[in-house]
């Protein structure tokens, strides 16, 4: 999982200065256990960004400029940070992950079979019950239902058995210093504010090792640097992260506790989760309207405005509640939901309205409860 809103960008020295929030990946790297066939989704376009200059610096010169504004900003020696970036390797691998061309935009028919099928229904049941006690405990501490814990691990990592086979600290090494360049130089500025992006996830990490006293070197996670079985990055990590099993650690390399915990907490700080609340409800749009696509799925329609547009729920929902019209290319045809704030914070998770609904309807599967067909 990389945040679909990331924390601050500090630019190290490196091509002038970059605002908090100003730049996010174009959607967040594929989970390991989807990687080979991975879909594509258009995402909403992040906010305008201030200028940034371009002109290329060394990498010597960035690199020591990482280690001193990353000793000074986390009160780290510098020489700890030069031994481990020492061990660092530049991977041809991620390198090629990274600039692979992204397929076409798959189907909602195409694209759910990826990440619920009988298999991962079964396995979402038999996690469900093996954890029962941890997971309940956390929802009724957050209000962020047990099964939609493990239907995120279970699309991220498949229940834990696909968290990643490439060094963290490998992987961000690599693409904050060697982010591809496609050399077309209308994409200059996304490839170099990705690549600031991920250098400040390489700062994080050496920041996140200190606080969970972690090595370094021994992590594995994706190709883009995500961890565990939530897959988090560093950011997101020392954000997000809480301690679970009141070891006085937050571990979501080996404590069930914590990545429980810690998902939850996320879907509750980032994505404002509503206890008890919807995620999406199937609609009807009515003939002679076309769909609506907000740019992105904020919740912010009245029923009223919905309505005019077309709109109605299939099944009640509460007076005054605010949604997101969502549309998805169905197998027998257009599919129409409305989204609601439950479902923007899933949303927050990974940005794709399709990734959001392949949680949801896992996690309604899991639950015993009836899906649509795709």
């Not at 990590?237 to 009141?246: E, L, N, S």
């Amino acid at each position: 999982m990389i945040r679909p809103v990331f924390s601050s960008l500090l630019v190290f020295g490196l091509l002038g200065c970059v605002p908090k929030e100003a730049v996010a990946p174009e959607g967040p790297p594929v989970p390991p256990a989807a990687q080979a066939a991975a879909p594509a989704e258009a995402v909403p376009e992040a906010p305008p960004a201030p200028p940034l200059d371009l002109t290329p610096v060394p990498f010597e010169v960035a690199r020591a400029n990482f280690v001193r504004d990353t000793s000074a900003r986390y009160a780290i020696p510098a020489a700890d940070i030069e031994a481990a970036l020492g061990r660092a390797k530049f991977l041809d691998s991620v390198v090629n992950a990274m600039a692979r061309p992204a397929e076409r935009v798959k189907s909602w028919s195409e694209y759910r079979p990826l990440f619920i099928s009988q298999a991962r229904i079964d396995g979402g049941r038999a996690f469900l019950a093996r954890h029962r006690v941890a997971l309940d405990k956390v929802q009724a501490d957050t209000g962020v239902p047990a099964e939609l814990i493990v239907a995120i691990i279970g699309v991220e990592t498949s229940y834990g058995g696909n968290t990643g086979r490439y060094s963290v600290l490998d992987a961000l090494y690599t693409l904050a210093f060697r982010y591809p360049r496609s050399g077309d130089p209308a994409k200059l500025e996304r490839e170099v504010r990705r690549e600031l992006f991920f250098r400040d996830e390489l700062a994080q990490l050496f920041a996140l090792s200190r606080e969970e006293h972690l090595d370094i070197t021994t992590l594995k996670g994706s190709y883009a640097g995500a961890m565990g079985m939530g897959q988090f990055m560093p950011s997101s990590y020392r954000d997000f992260a809480v301690d679970g099993d009141g070891d006085g650690r937050r571990d979501l390399f080996g404590s069930l506790d914590d990545v429980f915990a810690s998902i939850a907490n996320y879907f509750v700080k980032k994505g404002g989760w509503e206890r008890g609340g919807l995620v999406a409800v199937p609609a009807t749009l009515a003939a002679g309207h076309a769909p609506f696509d907000p740019v992105d799925w904020a919740p912010v329609h009245t029923q009223a405005d919905l309505a005019g547009r077309g709109y109605s729920a299939d099944v009640p929902v509460p007076a005054g509640a605010t949604a997101t019209p969502v549309s998805l290319a169905g197998s027998a045809g257009p599919q129409y939901w409305l989204g609601f704030r439950n479902y923007y914070a899933i949303t927050r998770y990974n940005i794709s309205k399709m990734y959001a609904m392949a949680v949801f309807q896992l996690s309604e599967a899991i639950a015993g409860r009836g899906i649509p067909p795709a």
